[in-house]
């Protein structure tokens, strides 16, 4: 009885790591179409970021336009109507808008009409800034188990994470000059790159002119996500 209850407890934990995993992972999850980069030899990226939008936004697009690149915004549902003249600004310059979830919740151990309601209130707000075009999605953190990949090939949804992060590491998310060596260090043709500069993320902002000018003069032209999406060759 109590091998048996001993090897159960092993079943489960190693279900429970499995399941986390599984959670976390950038490259698969159990349904859907999941992009962490592009597939393509051509030296095309994608800049995104996360959150927001906020009062900030004025000098992203700033920042941005000085540049002269676009980017795609992950926003969130909540910030849409707290900051609702934000969005059309984004739009307006160019840049695209992606869904980030209405409430930045986990969307771990949800049930389905949750994970559905927080994506489509999200979808109603980024239409009515103005948006169009097909509206992929990102879940919060990056988490998804299954209720959330079930409707989002239901949907026809695209789960769009990324294969560049630097702010995942604490020892460089506080130090610009890291962040621009991690990023033009791990950028390859396709990655989708990840910041967060909507709340804080000083030292992201700071990093985000070196490190456009450097892959400008390594070849890279800056997409949407969307734009970039059509550069993917098959497997």
Do not use: C
Request: hydrophobic share 40%.
């Amino acid at each position: 009885m109590k091998k048996r209850l001993l090897i159960l407890l092993a079943i489960v934990l190693l279900g429970s790591i499995g399941l986390w995993k599984l959670s976390r992972s950038r490259t698969y999850q159990v349904f859907g179409e999941l992009y962490p980069r592009i597939n393509t030899t051509e030296k095309v990226v994608a800049l995104t970021f996360d959150d927001g939008p906020t009062p900030r936004t004025d000098s992203i697009l700033t920042l941005l336009r000085d540049l002269d690149i676009k980017a795609t915004f992950f926003v969130i549902g909540r910030d849409l109507v707290t900051y609702a003249t934000e969005a059309p600004k984004i739009l307006a310059a160019g840049h695209q808008l992606g869904n980030h979830t209405y409430s930045h919740e986990r969307m771990v151990l949800k049930s389905y009409s949750f994970v559905k309601e927080e994506i489509e209130k999200t979808d109603s707000l980024i239409r009515k800034a103005g948006f169009q075009a097909e509206i992929v999605f990102r879940p919060p953190y990056g988490k998804r188990l299954f209720a959330l990949p079930y409707y989002l090939k239901q949907t026809g949804r695209k789960t769009i994470m990324w294969d560049v992060e630097p702010e995942s590491f604490s020892e460089i998310a506080t130090d610009s000059a890291k962040i621009t060596k991690h990023v033009l260090a791990n950028t390859k043709p396709g990655s989708i790159i990840l910041l967060h500069i909507m709340y804080d993320g000083k030292e992201s902002i700071k990093a985000i002119p070196p490190i456009v000018r450097e892959l400008k003069s390594r070849g890279f032209t800056f997409k949407t996500v969307t734009e970039l999406l059509r550069y993917q060759l098959s497997q």
